[in-house]
């Protein structure tokens, strides 16, 4: 069971009367020869360093390789104890989760690049944000991660998840439509609605730079992955709401790697350009030297 | 294995903070590792010390993203989601592993690429060039002095040899003879009649059993399978 783009997912879906994720899972059965209890093993495995680095950074400080983020993570959960949480509970916990994520992987602990370290926290921001707030089991969330995944998989194949080849919009965007399928299904949405969620994630982030300081993984890239977050709640309640994008998923693939390919070398991870070269920013590290 | 996996897409597991300059980082420094490994089976076969040279993006953003650290973990053994690698430093001292670090300028290589060259306790050197080619992927380019290009996804054997007439048949009939199904074949060459490596990759786990025969021909001085 094999498939090549979002329509030809959809089929499946349709045909076997099943869900994304059960369709992605079969498909990786085949594609590795694992049995499903293997892949379901290396899926909780992903699911619990995800669960990990979410929530160390509530109670532990890290301090990250270039000293440009840290502390962020507790701060908001501070914020929140404080009543100052305005945006509600499911939205506090995602942007404080996806933002621990990027403290974890900027002090050299352990994540799951998803799809890479540098949007690794868009997803578990999202999963465990609807776990804590909805109750739902890690079964759940397991689903979640297949559909996350397969949705990851249709992306890296037909268009980029490197911030070097198309920009943020190819990292965290992609994480976001990742995230956001993922959510529609955790919450009982269809593949159809799940498809268009990430349709409505990839279009909101189309054309966002990546202009790390420095060079290195910290800032902006924090701030992104909890925008990453929000941007996937987002269109998961639109689907879920019934609104469908009016653009199929395989031509917005398509459209996000074109625009990547016209963003220019300067905003695609060289450090030459965008937050890398304000004035303020290049106190912090190597300026408009680039890193290419 | 051909084809893009689930945790290719949520993975790696990985110690921070980047795929390519982090987990790349382990990931060439552990194949150069297993290829100094299973090159020579001696007692006295340890790896004493490792001097890395960094190119491109590599030696400018090394310490920001670990890649030291991460290359150094490589070469003791840690997997990309080790948390040791964060304290690599020290498990080299402990471990009795000297290192260096240098940086090179030279523009046309590609950007995230590092030289491992690599002294054992009996003296055995080797040298292997790894290039980060993104999302932790990595592709060995040079061994020794010859230019090559694997990356140890699949299972690979490495034929060290001279370079004549009948050797790649040879190879081809004796990996035909034990079944193998070969996915890619290369040889790479320094010149017409001198040192030369064939790289066979395939789909299926190659038997210990074909190395032997391989070494039957004279011009072939040694075999190593990953």
């Known amino acids: 069971m094999d498939f090549k783009s979002g329509k030809e997912l959809l089929d499946l879906c349709e045909k076997m009367q099943m869900p994304i994720s059960e369709v992605m899972k079969r498909r990786e059965a085949e594609l590795t020869g694992m049995r499903e209890e293997e892949i379901d093993a290396g899926i909780k495995k992903a699911l619990s360093i995800m669960d990990n680095s979410a929530h160390e950074p509530l109670e532990k400080e890290m301090n990250s390789m270039g000293g440009l983020i840290g502390g962020e993570a507790r701060r908001l959960k501070e914020g929140s104890k404080e009543g100052k949480s305005f945006c509600g509970d499911v939205i506090t916990k995602a942007i404080t989760y996806a933002m621990a994520v990027l403290e974890v992987n900027a002090s050299m602990g352990v994540i799951v690049a998803a799809p890479t370290a540098g949007s690794s926290g868009v997803l578990p921001g999202v999963l465990f944000a609807l776990k804590e707030e909805w109750g739902l089991e890690d079964e759940v969330l397991h689903q979640g991660l297949y559909t996350a995944g397969a949705v990851g998989y249709l992306l890296m194949r037909n268009a980029s998840v490197s911030g070097a080849q198309a920009g943020c919009q190819a990292e965290v965007g992609s994480a976001s439509a990742m995230a956001a399928a993922a959510a529609v299904e955790m919450m009982g949405g269809t593949p159809g609605q799940a498809l268009s969620a990430a349709v409505g994630a990839l279009s909101n982030l189309l054309g966002l730079v990546c202009d790390p300081i420095g060079g290195l993984v910290e800032n902006p890239c924090q701030n992104r992955n909890a925008v990453g977050a929000v941007n996937a709640l987002i269109n998961a309640q639109q689907a879920l709401a019934g609104i469908r994008q009016k653009i199929p998923f395989d031509e917005m693939a398509q459209v996000m790697l074109n625009v990547g390919r016209n963003l220019p070398f300067e905003l695609r991870e060289s450090a030459l350009g965008g937050c890398a070269t304000a004035p303020s920013a290049c106190g912090l590290g190597g300026c408009g030297k680039g890193i290419g | ?226």
């Open chain 2, 1 to 226: 294995m051909i084809g893009i996996s689930l945790f290719d897409v949520i993975g790696p597991n990985m110690v921070g903070p980047s795929s390519s300059h982090t987990a790349g980082a382990v990931s060439m420094a552990l194949l150069a590792r297993k290829i100094f490994y299973k090159e020579k089976k001696t007692r006295e076969r340890l790896i004493r010390r490792a001097d890395f040279t960094l190119y491109g993006s590599f030696a400018k953003t090394y310490r920001g993203h670990g890649t030291d650290r991460a290359l150094l973990g490589g070469m003791l053994g840690f997997e990309t989601d080790d948390l040791r690698i964060r304290d690599a430093f020290s498990y080299a001292e402990a471990n009795g592993l000297e290192y260096s670090f240098s940086v090179s300028e030279d523009k046309d290589m590609h950007p995230n690429t590092a030289d491992m060259d690599l002294t054992g306790m009996d003296g055995r050197k080797l040298f292997v060039r790894g290039v980060s080619l993104g999302g932790g992927k990595v592709k060995i380019t040079r061994l020794n002095q010859i230019e090559v290009d694997f990356t140890g996804e699949y299972s690979t054997l490495i034929v060290s040899q001279t370079d004549k007439q009948g050797v790649a048949a040879h190879i081809t009939k004796c990996l035909s003879d034990c079944g193998v199904n070969i996915a890619f074949m290369r040889i790479f060459r320094e010149a017409k009649g001198a040192k030369a490596y064939t790289v066979v990759e395939s789909d299926e786990k190659i038997p210990e059993a074909v190395m032997d025969s391989i070494k039957k021909n004279p011009y072939i001085a040694n075999v190593t399978l990953l």
